[in-house]
């Protein structure tokens, strides 16, 4: 068991680097992970169901507890990142499925990493969850609904699918994870250092099958959609970073918000677009997989080293004798 548990933190730890390795071998020899394909959404049903494990129904009252906090990080989410998406979209001009591919990495809620690298930045792990929490409660709804807006020009959105498809491979496979927590809770404590192992294994295997299947095209697009994904990433930091800083939020907040806003549920992203556009709708939604966990780790080693020389500022000045 402890030879797993430090394993799960291996591989927890260096996440980005497996997520390179396997997307490269699927790049280049798509054989290798094809056969994943067709079961990525029962992959990120597991990524869910694992999440939902590691939550309680108490976690959900620190929603209630600092509403206006919530309410602009989840404000924050649904707007910047959907909007970004479709400026850059629109400004590189984007296949179709691309296009949609984008714009759906955009409307996804906030990504799960996200509560991770919010407390490498020593930001406000609190905040990180009740956003994620909150913007995935409001996915079935706002994700279909923005997507169908913003993408409706480019392709045809299955609204009532979307919807459908959120509620069973997010909704209820965090409830069913959140109840056995409820019920087996000591149970479930003793193997909660195993999940990162699962969930990264999942994860890893959602990007191996979407590139396999995508290769050729993004051996053709792999650039531009790079661009516009670091692009729309990057940007995403830096907004939700200047909106909470221009609210005067406590620089802890403002980390959770910069790092919630900026890092999506791309697994998500990529199911859905694999269900209802398509193949080259799920690249963007891959890559991003591959590039947020770099930039998220690279963003929270930054906002960790602007924490510690703000509080060196702050120290009263020692007088020398």
Same mark, same amino acid.
């Given at each position: 068991?402890?030879?797993?548990?430090?394993?799960?933190?291996?591989?927890?730890?260096?996440?980005?680097?497996?997520?390179?390795?396997?997307?490269?071998?699927?790049?280049?020899?798509?054989?290798?992970?094809?056969?994943?394909?067709?079961?990525?959404?029962?992959?990120?049903?597991?990524?869910?169901?694992?999440?939902?494990?590691?939550?309680?129904?108490?976690?959900?009252?620190?929603?209630?507890?600092?509403?206006?906090?919530?309410?602009?990080?989840?404000?924050?989410?649904?707007?910047?990142?959907?909007?970004?998406?479709?400026?850059?979209?629109?400004?590189?001009?984007?296949?179709?499925?691309?296009?949609?591919?984008?714009?759906?990495?955009?409307?996804?809620?906030?990504?799960?990493?996200?509560?991770?690298?919010?407390?490498?930045?020593?930001?406000?792990?609190?905040?990180?969850?009740?956003?994620?929490?909150?913007?995935?409660?409001?996915?079935?709804? #706002?994700?279909?609904? +923005?997507?169908?807006? %913003? &993408?409706?020009?480019?392709?045809?959105?299955?609204?009532? $699918? /979307?919807?459908? @498809?959120?509620?069973?491979?997010?909704?209820?496979?965090?409830?069913?994870?959140?109840?056995?927590?409820?019920?087996?809770?000591?149970?479930?404590?003793?193997?909660?250092?195993?999940?990162?192992?699962?969930?990264?294994?999942?994860?890893?295997?959602?990007?191996?099958?979407?590139?396999?299947?995508?290769?050729?095209?993004?051996?053709?697009?792999?650039?531009?959609?790079?661009?516009?994904?670091?692009?729309?990433?990057?940007?995403?930091?830096?907004?939700?970073?200047? #909106?909470?800083?221009? +609210?005067?939020?406590? %620089? &802890?907040?403002?980390?959770?918000?910069?790092?919630?806003? $900026? /890092?999506?549920? @791309?697994?998500?992203?990529?199911?859905?677009?694999?269900?209802?556009?398509?193949?080259?709708?799920?690249?963007?939604?891959?890559?991003?997989?591959?590039?947020?966990?770099?930039?998220?780790?690279?963003?929270?080693?930054?906002?960790?080293?602007?924490?510690?020389?703000?509080?060196?500022?702050?120290?009263?000045?020692?007088?020398?004798?």
């Amino acid at each position: 068991m402890r030879f797993l548990e430090k394993l799960s933190a291996f591989v927890s730890k260096y996440m980005a680097v497996f997520v390179i390795v396997i997307a490269a071998c699927a790049l280049f020899q798509p054989w290798t992970f094809k056969w994943a394909a067709p079961k990525i959404t029962i992959l990120l049903g597991i990524v869910m169901f694992g999440m939902g494990m590691t939550l309680r129904l108490e976690d959900f009252k620190l929603v209630f507890q600092r509403p206006k906090d919530v309410f602009i990080g989840a404000l924050c989410q649904f707007t910047i990142m959907p909007f970004l998406a479709w400026i850059l979209a629109t400004a590189f001009g984007l296949p179709p499925e691309l296009a949609a591919g984008v714009i759906l990495v955009g409307t996804c809620p906030g990504g799960t990493s996200s509560n991770v690298m919010t407390y490498l930045a020593r930001g406000d792990v609190a905040l990180s969850v009740s956003m994620t929490m909150t913007t995935t409660i409001l996915a079935p709804i #706002v994700t279909p609904f +923005l997507t169908w807006w %913003l &993408a409706g020009a480019w392709i045809d959105v299955p609204f009532t $699918g /979307m919807m459908m @498809s959120i509620f069973q491979v997010v909704i209820v496979p965090i409830a069913a994870g959140i109840i056995l927590n409820t019920f087996f809770g000591e149970t479930i404590r003793k193997i909660v250092k195993l999940l990162p192992l699962v969930s990264v294994i999942a994860i890893v295997l959602i990007v191996g099958g979407v590139v396999a299947v995508s290769s050729q095209r993004i051996m053709e697009t792999g650039l531009i959609i790079m661009a516009v994904v670091m692009l729309h990433n990057l940007c995403g930091y830096g907004l939700g970073f200047l #909106v909470a800083k221009a +609210l005067h939020m406590p %620089l &802890a907040k403002v980390k959770a918000i910069s790092i919630e806003v $900026g /890092m999506q549920n @791309s697994g998500l992203a990529t199911s859905l677009a694999m269900l209802h556009f398509g193949a080259a709708a799920a690249i963007p939604g891959a890559i991003f997989s591959v590039w947020h966990n770099i930039s998220g780790s690279l963003a929270a080693n930054y906002l960790a080293g602007r924490m510690e020389k703000q509080e060196k500022e702050q120290q009263p000045a020692v007088s020398q004798n």
